[in-house]
């Protein structure tokens, strides 16, 4: 335990070493030269490319080059750390290290309300995870255990992720302040209630959603706070650029036995370029934030730059060669993550999700993160009802192949994709659910059934119920 | 200049602009100037509609965040080197600000705590070729350096960006200073971001709230339509 414990110093220690010591270069010329000169070199150089009519990629040689495309970008670009201006750079050893290392499974949460996490191959019937929330949604304060309880009623939600909430105690909080802490702590207070009312005490708790800075994660996990067993957070700012705040997460995950989990989202249209330019982006990232921060769960969840959802046709078979790059040469827990643009009490919001969790599950994720409902930017549009139908599609999509899968996104995403441009919000959870019971009304119930019956009927999904 | 082919112009600056071809459109500047095209037409009629054409192809994704980069920075070295010298040799006195080149003035900033910089380096983007002169402060900027910042570059729009709903509080103070110093009246305030909705835009007296890079033009384009000068 102390020498891989001494192993895993040493190699934090080296990483913030090339935060130190690495190149000085200007974040503009890193952008434009190491992203998306070289993202467009690769794409060309390892034939990045699929039909645009294809949603769900089934080409296993396009998925291998695709991995080695990342691969290269990883090696090439490395990271952009914010603060020191420096570039971190890893040679291929190392990477392939940091990968060798992947846990071969991961155990989040306790007792009899643990989950285990497996690395999946593309149409493998092995169990996907189901993480649910609203991921950061912002809800007032009086409608944070409620919202959350919506979540962590539904059994098949393995670990539940927190909205942010607007106020702390009445007042506002600001980012990188004492009230981030304040904050945090109240976020921890609240949701352990949740679990208790639940009966969920160990459910694994995807946090501090309230730290956009580190101050925010570290007043809060310590004793009495969040806990090892809870699912942290870092991130990539895109594209490919850490912090010192972030590093600084990564130190505190690791001297404390916390797992985390790392989130990064190219940008469509910015400068990892197209949809070829997302998918290489997207499997660089995932390496790379294994490398730099020690993840041990990870998603690239690309946004489009007018919409900013991830369902757009555009991306969804990017993100699932992705998935496919990664999940056929590596054992990362990879996830996916659904932020699509309509909201709780649409039936749009259904068909998204179900298209990317199909795309998603059957590419070899090992974790379905839903919902960040009417793209995440919504003040409280977020249920637990969306989360459920997402897990359940989930469950139902494990053992399906990539080809078989794609006609599948492709009908759905007819349903869905000309009414992406109307912002079609729904409504937010005070009206979609009823308050006293905390069961969804009756009429997102029925839309929901509605749906879970095309499910079944349409696309032979055998949807269990949820 | 009579019997002027601008559709021929406009498919030859697109062309440049598009391939990162700085020389190209240098020579296609200065060789329809020196046959009698006045500076001022030749953005009017060339320049202009093409930008926007590079801003309608961005809005379609038929061209991505670094092609528009170029295609800015190119006409800003057409305008620097060619357009600007002959302006200024023909209206000897006349101020910069008085160019025709620059709608107005526009500073942007994402916002104290927050770093993100994509979402505004596109609103930048749109702006630039749609014909303002924008000044990026970059991102965790805090609410007084970007008054004083909106001060000494005398600009007409203050834009600012954030992602976090916890960096909204930073959005407030910047206009709250405002009307501290007494400069609230002196500029217009937009504000944008995945975190800002047009309520909260509202509730802290925003002038105005985008939700995309296309929206910011069209915004800074009815402000500066209905601004008063300050005098």
């Excluded at chain 1, 396009?62 to 603060?83: H, T």
């Excluded at chain 1, 809060?220 to 705040?245: I, M, Q």
């Excluded at chain 1, 991306?315 to 999940?327: D, E, G, R």
């Amino acid at each position: 335990m102390e020498e891989h414990r001494n192993g895993e110093c040493q190699c934090l220690l080296s990483v913030l070493d090339k935060a130190e010591r690495g190149p000085v270069i200007d974040q503009r010329t890193f952008d434009r030269i190491l992203i998306n000169r070289k993202i467009n070199e690769l794409v060309e150089k390892h034939d990045i490319q699929w039909d645009q009519e294809v949603m769900v990629p089934h080409d296993e040689n396009l998925a291998d080059r695709l991995f080695e495309a990342g691969m290269a970008l990883a090696l090439d670009a490395g990271v952009y750390c914010i603060d020191t201006k420096r570039r971190m750079i890893w040679n291929a050893e190392e990477l392939e290290q940091a990968l060798r290392t992947a846990p071969p499974e991961e155990v989040l949460g306790t007792g009899k309300d643990s989950v285990t996490l497996y690395p999946r191959r593309p149409g493998d019937d092995i169990r996907v995870a189901v993480a649910g929330g609203p991921f950061g949604i912002p809800v007032p304060e009086d409608l944070f255990v409620p919202m959350m309880m919506s979540y962590a009623q539904e059994p098949l939600i393995d670990i539940i992720d927190n909205a942010s909430l607007i106020t702390t105690h009445g007042r506002p909080i600001r980012a990188a302040s004492p009230w981030e802490a304040v904050a945090c702590w109240q976020e921890k207070s609240l949701i352990f209630e949740v679990l208790e009312r639940a009966g969920r005490p160990g459910m694994p708790i995807g946090c501090a959603e309230n730290a956009p800075s580190a101050i925010g994660e570290l007043a809060s996990t310590t004793y009495g706070g969040f806990r090892p067993t809870d699912w942290h957070h870092n991130s990539f700012v895109s594209e490919l650029k850490t912090t010192y705040a972030e590093l600084t997460r990564a130190v505190h995950y690791s001297h404390t036995g916390c797992h985390s989990h790392g989130f990064y989202n190219p940008i469509y249209g910015g400068y990892v370029g197209g949809p070829r330019g997302v998918a290489v982006a997207s499997v660089a990232g995932l390496i790379l934030m294994r490398a730099c921060y020690g993840v041990t769960t990870m998603n690239a969840g690309p946004s489009h730059p007018h919409l900013s959802c991830d369902t757009h046709p555009d991306l969804l078979p990017a993100q699932a060669l992705a998935f496919q790059a990664l999940a056929r040469n590596t054992r990362l827990l990879i996830a996916n993550f659904e932020r699509p643009v309509a909201g709780p009490c649409t039936r749009d919001i259904l068909y998204e999700v179900a298209a990317l969790t199909i795309a998603s599950v059957s590419s070899g994720v090992s974790l379905v993160e839903c919902v960040q409902s009417a793209r995440g930017v919504e003040v409280a549009h977020a249920t637990g009802l969306e989360a459920r139908f997402a897990a359940q599609v989930t469950h139902a999509s494990e053992g399906i192949h990539p080809g078989d899968a794609d006609m599948v996104v492709r009908s759905l995403v007819a349903k869905y994709a000309d009414g992406q441009k109307e912002l079609r919000k729904g409504k937010p959870f005070d009206e979609a659910y009823d308050l006293d019971s905390l069961q969804p009304t009756a009429e997102w119930e029925r839309l929901y059934e509605q749906v879970i019956g095309e499910m079944r009927s349409e696309y032979g999904l055998k949807v269990l119920p949820g | 200049m009579q019997n002027t082919d601008w559709e021929a112009l406009q498919e030859g600056l697109l062309s440049s602009l598009l391939n990162g071809e700085t020389e190209g459109a240098l020579s296609l500047t200065r060789e329809t100037l020196s046959l009698g095209t006045e500076p001022v037409e030749f953005f009017t009629l060339c320049i202009t509609p093409v930008l926007e054409e590079i801003g309608n192809r961005f809005q379609r994704l038929e061209i991505y965040l670094p092609e528009m980069v170029e295609a800015a920075e190119i006409v800003e070295m057409v305008n620097a080197q060619v357009i600007q010298p002959a302006i200024d040799s023909a209206q000897e006195g006349k101020s910069p600000s008085q160019s025709p080149s620059t709608k107005g003035k526009v500073l942007l900033a994402t916002v104290q705590g927050d770093l993100h910089d994509i979402g505004k380096s596109m609103v930048a983007l749109m702006l630039k070729v749609n014909g303002y002169h924008v000044s990026d402060m970059g991102i965790d900027v805090a609410p007084s350096d970007i008054v004083a910042q909106a001060k000494e570059n005398d600009v007409d729009i203050i834009g600012l960006s954030s992602l976090l709903t916890t960096c909204l509080p930073y959005m407030k103070d910047v206009i709250d200073l405002l009307d501290g110093v007494g400069s609230r009246e002196r500029y217009s305030v937009m504000v944008g971001g995945a975190a800002v909705t047009p309520e909260f835009a509202r509730q802290i007296g925003a002038d105005a709230y985008g939700s995309t890079a296309a929206e910011a033009v069209v915004i800074c384009d009815r402000i500066m339509k209905h601004r008063m000068p300050i005098s």
